[in-house]
DNA sequence: AACGCTGCCTGTGGGC
DNA sequence: TGCCCACAGGCAGCGT
């Protein structure tokens, strides 16, 4: 599943190919992937077109056409690919943009989870899926403090707070069970009671995985692949996520798989403990 | 305000 | 071996 890193990857890709490139037609073979406007007005807006430059916030991309913008999520398993106008359609190819030169850019996705919007180019920031943002996780935007805040009136768990985007941009399922590890926090700690020194771990290891992970083009679990159709290799550094069973790296105890925040969650039982209640002890 | 549930989808793999 | 069904998961939208 593209998270942050692996986004990067694909918007420098797409980035390289595709500006100064015109689009001449827009096929959608599958509705639900355009989330607005409608189709017609969708296919027609994009029509000589010019990709100016690609922008990404938390797991969107942001394509900055002559007069309009697209954003697009990925979701799942969504992907983009540059191929010659004569390349065999594949079933899961949802929305084809005709380039100049007989190339196409294409769309595929075979959950059918990923969404396109044209937006206008001047409040594309204003659409509300990137107002819920919370800062990207980088040394300038992510401080301690606006975590603390937004944390002292959470109760669910932090594992379910770092899914929600809210208050750090981009890191999805693999990228919180590693973070959470590398940090030392079990999951399931509700947000609120996450103390400030842990908090100054948890910035410091998601702001250094992010980083580390974009150095190594990614994590590749199943599917993934940049523009070009290359693989990530940070699969290679994962510590938890996928380990159920394997000896912890700095424990040995065996990794656990629960679920948390309706996700699978993977922990070492040893080095992320839950906080103790204050209540029950001897006098 | 914050939280939790549901719908969107199809390929995979565990169980029998 | 082959079939079936639960499961996987990011986000929008909605109800509480």
């Known amino acids: 599943m593209p998270e942050l890193p692996e986004v990067e990857n694909v918007r420098a890709g797409l980035e390289m190919r595709l500006t100064g490139r015109t689009i001449e037609k827009v096929e959608v073979y599958w509705d639900n992937i355009i989330a607005s ?22 797991k969107f991309l942001l394509f900055f056409l002559t007069d309009v913008a697209i954003l697009s999520h990925l979701r799942m398993e969504g992907k983009y690919q540059i191929v010659p106008h004569a390349t065999p359609r594949t079933k899961h190819t949802h929305v084809i943009f005709h380039l100049d030169y007989e190339d196409d850019l294409r769309y595929l ?41 937004f944390l002292k009136s959470r109760t669910k768990s932090i594992k379910g707070v770092l899914l929600d985007q809210s208050m750090v941009a981009g890191l999805g399922n693999i990228y919180v069970d590693e973070v959470l590890f590398r940090a030392g926090i079990h999951p399931e700690t509700p947000g609120k009671q996450v103390k400030y020194q842990q908090l100054e771990i948890l910035r410091e290891a998601i702001i250094k ?7 190594a083009g990614g994590t590749t679990i199943r599917t993934y692949a940049n523009s070009f159709g290359d693989p ?5 550094f994962l510590q938890v996520y996928g380990k159920k069973g394997k000896p912890c790296p700095n424990c040995h105890t065996p990794i656990q798989k629960i679920k948390v925040a309706g996700r699978g969650t993977h922990f070492c039982p040893h080095c992320q403990k839950l906080p103790q209640k204050a209540e029950g002890v001897t006098p």
């Open 37 to 58: 406007p409608a189709i017609d007005e969708f296919c027609e807006r994009l029509k000589g077109q010019q990709f100016e430059r690609i922008e990404r916030r938390g």
């Open 109 to 149: 996705d075979v959950r059918k989870f990923g969404r396109l919007s044209l937006v206008e180019k001047s409040n594309i920031y204003q659409h509300p899926s990137l107002q819920k943002l919370g800062p990207e996780p980088t040394d300038e935007a992510l401080s301690v403090y606006a975590m603390q805040q």
């Open 209 to 215: 995985v992010m980083k580390e992970a974009l150095q």
């Open 232 to 236: 990530g290799h940070y699969q290679d």
